[in-house]
């Protein structure tokens, strides 16, 4: 099995900025893409962003020129830079890992969460 942990949620104000942070431990041999959905009050969860073992990123078009992810494979982190943020960037972002992944479901290995509050 696979636990990930994210952190770095927090309220922050409009056009403000966030960096997103998500360690893998356990049985890591079989992430190779790691990637966030969120999900905001109300709404269904929705990919963001993925990135591969080799690099190779993939971002809705929502966040598209505003979020950068990355990952450190040393440390078996993801990363997530969210900048000019947005009121209806609102919600919980949850890391995600497998050994590959369809954009509209993820990999098996899920985080719990961490919560994104963009006020106006």
């Known amino acids: 099995q696979v636990q990930l942990v994210e952190s770095g949620g927090g309220l922050v104000q409009a056009g403000g900025s966030l960096r997103l942070s998500c360690a893998a431990s356990?049985?890591?041999?079989?992430?190779?893409?790691m990637g966030w959905y969120r999900q905001a009050p109300g709404k269904q969860r929705e990919f963001v962003a993925t990135i591969r073992q080799g690099g190779t990123t993939t971002y809705a078009d929502s966040v598209s020129g505003r979020f950068t992810i990355s990952r450190d494979n040393g440390k078996n982190t993801v990363y997530m830079q969210m900048n000019r943020l947005k009121p209806e960037d609102t919600d919980v972002c949850y890391c995600?890992?497998?050994?590959?992944?369809?954009?509209?479901?993820?990999?098996?290995?899920w985080g719990k969460g961490t919560q994104v509050t963009v006020s106006s």
């Open positions: 995600n890992s497998g050994s590959s992944a369809v954009l509209t479901t993820g990999g098996p290995y």
């Open positions: 356990g049985s890591i041999f079989s992430i190779n893409v």
